[in-house]
């Protein structure tokens, strides 16, 4: 919701001095000018992308503006916390079902932000495959997710990188118009004065697109998916420090909370929030 207010008030400022200014709107309505500077960052931006990461980004893009991922936070200690528990009631090989066959679980059925996040569920589920096996030491369990969420780190990083590498190309492909731009009034002089002049202003404007286009768009977009993408892996984060704390033999309310101290101030339930959920998780499987 902020990257559309942030948005609007960039287009109202932008005009809005303009105009005062004594500027005339339709100036800026130049279509060949659009054409050109869109399609080359277009172009640009699926040269320079993966086809295996354009999907990533095209599901990430959204959360910009949609501010996505609340409560995914409160839904890793609670599972995790009924997890742990599980293997300490009936035996780590209990998780056996529930992890090679999460869609089967009633247990991951609570929790659709785990479910619908394929990246977060099968590091999940793929790391506590190596508890269930029982023939790795914690150390060694630590260093294999650390090694995991480096990848992890990689691809959740990549989109704010590939719009970062666009928003340093938009004013020079921006002054590629205005070049083109300026070809074209080349042409014209001798001519018409109000055709030179439109020329000239077309020419002008593609420079403006493209330093707006960089600055005050794309360049904050990738700013906006950093921060998406570290958010992300702190959910990672969050269920490697919860799993090696219970492998290390720690009990599952100590090994959750050796999670939630993973989790950002601003995001972190409380201790108070944290045992609340608990309880009220007990009470669920008594019944």
Not at 97 to 123: C, R, T, W
Not at 186 to 195: L, N, R
């Amino acid at each position: 919701m902020f990257a559309i207010i942030g948005i609007v008030v960039v287009f109202g400022g932008v005009i809005t001095g303009f105009l005062v200014a004594g500027g005339k709107l339709m100036v800026l309505v130049q279509p060949s000018e659009f054409i050109t500077i869109g399609g080359a960052v277009l172009g640009a931006f699926f040269i320079g992308t993966p086809p295996h990461q354009l999907k990533n980004i095209l599901a990430m893009l959204p959360k910009v503006f949609t501010g996505g991922g609340h409560g995914a936070s409160m839904e890793i200690l609670k599972i995790l916390f009924e997890i742990f528990q599980m293997a300490r009631v009936g035996g780590i090989l209990t998780l056996e079902q529930h992890v090679e066959k999460p869609d089967a679980s009633a247990l991951f059925q609570k929790y659709p932000v785990i479910m619908n996040d394929h990246g977060l569920l099968n590091f999940l589920c793929d790391s506590l495959k190596i508890l269930v096996v029982g023939s790795v030491s914690p150390h060694d369990l630590e260093s294999l997710m650390e090694a995991d969420l480096a990848t992890q780190e990689e691809d959740a990083l990549y989109p704010s990188h590939s719009f970062a590498t666009i928003g340093d190309a938009l004013p020079g492909l921006g002054i590629v118009a205005a070049v083109l731009g300026i070809v074209i009034t080349m042409g014209s002089i001798g001519g018409d004065v109000t055709a030179v002049g439109h020329h000239v202003a077309a020419a002008l404007v593609g420079t403006f697109l493209g330093v707006l286009g960089s600055y005050g768009f794309v360049q904050p977009i990738s700013a906006n998916l950093k921060h998406i993408g570290e958010n992300k892996l702190v959910l990672f984060i969050c269920i490697k420090n919860g799993i090696v704390a219970f492998a290390k033999g720690q009990a599952p309310t100590i090994a959750v909370e050796f999670a939630r101290r993973s989790i950002p101030e601003h995001e972190r339930p409380s201790f108070t929030e944290m045992d609340q959920a608990f309880k009220a998780l007990k009470s669920e499987a008594k019944k």
